[in-house]
């Protein structure tokens, strides 16, 4: 099944961590989609108080070019029109995890809080099948760095779960062994469409 | 798009599929047709159904699960196409292989098992057959697919779980019949709908969840089918509250006893989603009755207070649903929950248990009332005493024993501690009785009479204190005797007693103890179960085949691990530490695989190198042999695949199999220096030797069997071999026989073996009798009277055969085994006989021949054969029976005792006896007298007596002397070298015999001719004189002394001295003294001795005229007559006379010179030549010894007497 698999990357806003993950898992050639659960897209601004917010849905490129406006200078400096730049590039805007109706056959969080978002949305909505989906959390710092690492990360466990024939049977075992090698702590569970 | 360029459309499609066989482009098609199927035409599916089903055989998966999903789609669009779409999801679920496919298949079977349920209970009557049909069709795949809850394919259970969940949904009624539209459930089903059974389906859905419970605390599932049923119960419960309470007791069960195959981030995986879904449960409305037990749960699983309100139902709520229950309070009873109960029995107990440790421990906000006790309807004291009155009424033993099944499915597998029912039960009691008293009051079951009630309490009140005080003596005890045991166990319920102010300070030290010491118990008992159910778990649903060669690629893994070939291992230690590692392994490893699998394998692996690995295979017959004897605490032949032959029969012979083919192997293995180093640590270590192993001992020396062959006896040649010896092996043989024997006694084998080295030491052969002997002999030195006994009966038993006409033929050759060859068999087989030969009489009395100077009783046994035998074989035994008589001591009573009951026939021996046993000793004076009285009473042959004669007093042996003398010289000669202790005696000194050896030659010739006659007396002095040494010059002195001064002149006196006078010429003094007695006593009356004496004298010459002076001319003239050559003596010795000394006789004078001597007219001529000499001798007859008797030098003298 390979390539077949459906894969979507969840964090807070949909910006750094899942993008940087979408970004390299769609050079690989997976189907990958990437999303953010929280109420707001937040990206840092002038000062920790003072974050820049925007509505989900807000084109990449428009965020890119109103911080553009306010501070080129800062806003280069701390790599956020680099990675806008880079989303831009992916897809047009960021998407909310709770608004989507698509199917996938896992999905990645990057952090805990994330990951209950994603398990609470998929209890209450409506159940129309049995279809599985394995929900794992990665924890990945909201930095750069710490994004391009969660990326190569969630690139190895994807490469392995793709090599595998019959992933309900085997992701148990293959996350336990996963989870040994790069030594953090995984959460997973299984969710039903 | 018409329905004319539709249908086109599809028939192009469906063409296209044929030529296209790539999958992804015909899911392209597929979808294509999906699409124009049911979207745009749907009454052209009916009519392409065929070409649409016959996907389901497509080669590719995904087509496969595409055509599944188009299935499902087309039944969702109309029931009816069930009738088609069920017989394609049949075949699939039943025959496809891919697991993926049947996934996808489960799935689709969740929608259509709705859509069944619609139709059937929907379907017009002229439909009506099809859709049932078609339902019982799905009811069977239903019951298949529930089945696969025990899949081997985790992801094929997890869909299993969910198909579940869909299936109890849809088998239930709604809440109140109160379902939504789109919901299919059994609300649905009109009642008098004869093909389907709506109570009989809802028997079916809670039969099937509470297989799912099962399944849930099972401690081997899968954190992700964990997660997964979690949800389905969740949802069941949201969707069904009349389940809720069981899935909350389950979600508690479960959180207590998490599976130990978790790992640590599964765990919080698990509690986080337990938490979620507790969190969901919450906010139901049903969650009313159980809201304490799910706070707890969240409480537990670290939800804050915060979160726990959040999700907290409206207080209003909370009180509507409260009035609510009040006006319905008689749809309490649930029949799901006693189903439940059992299977849910140990979480129970431990449930109700922990609130109370967390009481004792005081943990404060932890304390949590007991659960279930918000869900009973305050029914007051009514339910309280009903609930007593049924708890009184359970036994523990009886609940345990009645749940036993489903609480034991949960035990790990340590032993049961024998409290554990007792304990386990507690908790279970107090569950069934609150259910049971609920139940009898709700349905006015339970007497209401208050007076009844009262008195009813007050007796249970005694027995409950009676109870508790029992309990607590008990429980004191346990306290003080094994603390960290009762740790592990849950606190009995005794604890929180607080009507006795006593126990409970018990009470509170062992809930101490057990919090001391409860934490490392339980995490190492954890860790334990974690990696046991690991591998169950993992090695379970291999088929048997995969698991044996797995198990046989391990076992040649390991045992390859030993051969230098891999890392090498500097330290011996460790090297030490390995190799008993590694044989462990191997031994548990192969013992539990099926015996014909592993026997080839381990067979051939010890003989690759026999030496070393022989530990290995002890150490796998030790493993083999407890599981046999079922010492080991796992069954092997429960975890050992049974074959049709494999039966309990097989197993308990498995051992001695195994053990019979190992050496069979090794004995069959050419040979090599350690051969028999390795054999003999095999007989001697393993656990336990059946009876063809000991059989098999005799394979394992070849060279037995070799010279079982009826051949030559004499085995020179066959000894060198270019191999061991056989000698040797034949010695390594018996050593290893004397080992098992010794070492090992109390198994019965040592008796067996026992008699195989007794057969070796009868053995024909000479050499490998004497191996079997000197093992023998060993043995017994080493042990007790036991094997002294045993062995001596066989000895005895062996000769015993002398009895018989011959040997058997062969008897002993061919079955070198045979129990007893010769005596045993001999009867019953009768055998041809051969004669007795040396060697088969000794190989029948070798064994007692070397007993004897052990136990010399045996000495009866061997006289009483040789009465009886026939004379070769006495001949045998008598020239046999010198060496272990010789060693027998003759002065023991034993001895003596033969000597009083000498059968018929045994004279012989008790004589051959008795001259062996004083060759070297002087006998003793009881021995002496005895053999003296027989020797008067029974047997009369003299022979009898002589190794007895030098302790014969002197009277007896002169009485006897004669007889002795008839006897050939040679045994007159030992008789005699007895008598004087001669040559015979080590000690001569000690030698105190009772008659010198002078006195001998004077008894003898004292012998009265009545007696004896002349001639053996002759011979006997003969001997005498032959024995130089003893018989000397001085003796002989001494001799004649005696002789002459005896009264009556022996008639050999004269023989005698003229020989020692010819051996000792230096006797001549003695001699001429002799004669000159003789004189004296007129021995010329004595014609015989008077010839002696002129013989004598003419030995003496000269000297002799001394005395011959002295005869009356008469004697002298018969002298001269008989030996001229003296006259001229005489006559010089006459003429040699003075004038003043002489004086002789005329007569004298006359018979010297004639009638007319020139003598008597002048005595004084000179004297002849020499006269001067004759005159000093004279003089001086000691002088006359120097002289060299002239004449008589040659042997014509004793001519005469010699005839």
Redesign the interface.
Known sequence: ?GHELRIAVVCASNMNRSMEAHSFLSKQGYKVKSYGTGDKVKLPGPSIDKPNVYEFGTPYDKIYKDLKSKDPNMYTQNGLLNMLDRNRRLKDHPEKFQLTEDEFDVIFTVEERV??HV??FM?SRE?K????V?VINIDVEDNHEEATIGAFLIRDLVDLMASCD???????DLL?DF?STCKR????????Y | MSDLETENRVTELLNQTGLVHEGPKRIKIIAELKELLLHRAPDLFLKYSEEILAFQNDPAPDVRKMALGFFEEACQKKESFLRMVVPALQNIIFNDENPNVLKKAMQVACGLFKNGLKWVSTALPEEMKDAVGAWETLSTLRDYLVKQIDSDNDGIRTHAIKFMEAVILTLTHSPDGKAKASEICLDIVPLNLRAVRPRKLEEDAKRILESLLKFHSSLHISSVNLMATMAALTNIAKMRPVFLSTVVLAMQGLNSHLPPTLGKSQVSSVRKMMKVHMMALLKLPAAMDHITAITALLNELGATYQEIMKNHPNPEEIKQAARRKKDEGRKRPRPMDLDVVPSLDLDAAERKKRPKRDDLEVVGPKALPLIGETAVPKSGDLTKSAEEYISLRLRPDFVFKTTRFSTLQKIPDVGLDPDFPRLASNGLIRGISRLLGNQLVKDSVFPCDKVAIERRRREMKKAEEKRKLELAKEKREKVRQEVPKLAAKPVDAVVDDSTAEGLKSVAEKSAVAVKSTVAPISLAQKQKRLTNERLTEKSKPMSMSIVLKVKASALSRISSVGDETGIAIRSESRKESMRSAQSEVMAGLSSLMPIEDVLGWVVSFFLTDPVRRVDHVIAWLYSEYSQGQSYSPVSASALRPLTSNDTAEMDRKRYGTILTWILKAIAEKDEFPEKYDVIRRLFLETPSLTDEAVAMLSMMFPADEEQAEPQVIDNEADDQSPEIPRVKRVTRMCELLCDMILYRRGTGKHTTCLRMLLDLATHPTPTIRQEGLSAVMRLVSHSDDAFAAAIGEFAVMSINALVMPGAIDGGVKNEPQDEVPEEEEGGDKKPAFVNWSEDSVKSACGLLFVLLPRKTSYLFDLMRVFAETSPEVKRIILRLMEEPIKELDGNSDEVMAVLDNIPKGGETFVSRMILLLTEKAQPSEQLVYKVLDLYKTRVTDVRFLIPVVSGLPESELMEILPKFLRLAPNVLKEVFNRVLGVATLERPEEHNPSITPADLMVALHTIPPSAADVKSIIKATALCFEMKAVYTMEVMGEVIKKLVDLDEIPTLLMRTVIQAFSLYPKLSGHVLNALQHLIQKEVWKNPRVWEGFIKCCQRCGAPSCVVLMQLQAEQLKSVFKQAPDLKDYMSRHVDSFTENNAFVPEPVLEALFGQKTPRSLDRREPPPPGAMEAEAFAMHPATLMNMRPPIYAGQGLFDPYRG
């Open positions: 099944m990951f209950d398990v609470e209890e159940k099948g049995c279809t599985p394995h019959d992933l309900d049977n085997d992701i148990d336990q989870e702590s995984i959460l997973h569970c299984v969710q039903f």
